[in-house]
């Protein structure tokens, strides 16, 4: 099962919410009080056939606080302070009140555990709780249109507002076949949304391929100066696609913004919040961008793995682009496999290691920057004269050490010995190239058909 959460923001600022949040937040306190009174009968109840012990809690503390004419609440002062309060809304509240408070006493609990070590864990009653509308009682939504019941100082009252169009599509699109929860309202950037969590179930996701039966994989290479350089590569070591993906108009904008900020240091300005808040907004549109281009392709050519280096750039960075490699988002990037996961792609991780520096047709190393004759890292030379771009080898490269470790798990130690006579690269993974997959494949193909190997 998985949850993700969208929100749909309202398109005009108002102040409407305000006291709908207050009396909200007010119930929740009140109930509060009420759960830490009856904590010890509220934890004995059990879960039975019919309901969760959850839902048997909230019906408990519902009857405590609401009369009907079945029954008499034991506090009936909630219903008078708290006049005409939607039912859905008290539930919600109640349903809030109880997990802040089992919450805070498994904290205690676990703080007694522990040997009292520490500073005892606070209630903290001043959250920024937000209220949940109940769809058909407290939310109502055609389109782009909605309407909620809030509350005006006196009564509850429905509101009729616009929810941005831009947001209604892209769930309409997306969320299509999940599960749609009840929306919180919430508040973000000075603005209101409406933020739905969409649950889909584990029976509903695409399976995933057994490493054995992958056919496809794509290779991604990803770097400073190109974002991202992709390659699709078969299981023998056929190269059907490839692609360069790069954001060069955000760059040049965010390079613009870094020297602005590079200038105001010089002058003494230490502080630039505005401009520091516009570059990381580019650099994580860069992120963005080249994680759905990257699953776009991965599509297009039908593959079922992707494939990244596994990349630990930790400590000081050092150099002229030092700065850039701080500014990197790859791990970002990496994150593509959460939009992957719903296309039934997998996410796969090699070692990094010689990835850019071996050539991929198996002529060895590379010579790049002034040892290959070029004002740029980008491009390089083979050891037989062949000029090629740096990031499209790795690319392969990558893709293919995918298939080789998946063949080498595959295959008996008798017969591997044979083969590592032939191509003695598998002996070591980290000097394996694509020319050594297509070695392999082939190796392992003549051994199949039962003839001895040449």
Known sequence: ??????????????????QTFGVYRDAVSYLMDIVILH????????????????????????????????YTAVYPAFDLRFYKFPAYL????????????????????NWEADGKRGRRPFLNRNQDVMPCFYRKNTFLQDGTNISIKLYNGSDWIWYDMQIRNSDYQYALKHMSGWKEAAPVLTKRNRR??????????????????KDKDVTKALGVDLGVNTDAVCSVVHADGT??????INSPVEKDRMYTLLNAVKKAQQHGNRKNHRLWRFINNYNEAIATKTASEIISFARKHDVQVIVFEHLNISGKKRGSKKQRL??????????????????????SYICAVNTSRLAFDGSGKV?????????????????????????LSASKNIAARYFIRVLLKSTSEKKLLSIQAKVPELSKRTSCVLATLINF?????????????A
């Not at 099962?1 to 749909?8: A, D, N």
């Not at 649950?199 to 995933?208: E, Q, S, V």
């Not at 040892?371 to 037989?384: A, K, V």
């Not at 494949?441 to 190997?453: C, E």
């Open 1 to 18: 099962m998985s949850t993700v959460s969208y929100g749909l923001k309202i398109t005009k600022e108002n102040h409407i919410f305000d």
């Open 39 to 70: 904590y010890d009968t509220l934890t004995a109840i059990k879960p039975t056939k019919k309901a969760t012990a959850q839902q048997l809690r909230q019906q408990a503390m519902e009857r405590m606080v609401h009369s009907t004419k079945t």
């Open 90 to 109: 008290r539930r919600d509240a109640i349903n809030t009140a109880l997990g802040k408070i089992f919450a805070y006493r498994t904290l205690v609990a």
């Open 192 to 209: 209101y949304e409406l933020r739905i969590a969409y649950t889909l179930g584990a029976k509903n996701f695409p399976t995933y391929r």
């Open 239 to 244: 190269v059907t696609g490839q692609k360069f």
């Open 326 to 347: 701080a500014l990197w988002r790859k791990r970002d990037i990496q994150h593509v496999w959460k939009l992957a996961s719903r296309c039934g792609i997998r996410v």
């Open 367 to 391: 010579l790049r920057g002034k040892d290959g004759g070029f004002n740029t890292y980008e491009l390089c030379r083979f050891q037989n004269g062949k000029v090629y771009n740096c990031d």
């Open 441 to 453: 494949h082939a190796m392992l193909s003549t051994s199949k058909a039962g003839k001895p190997a």
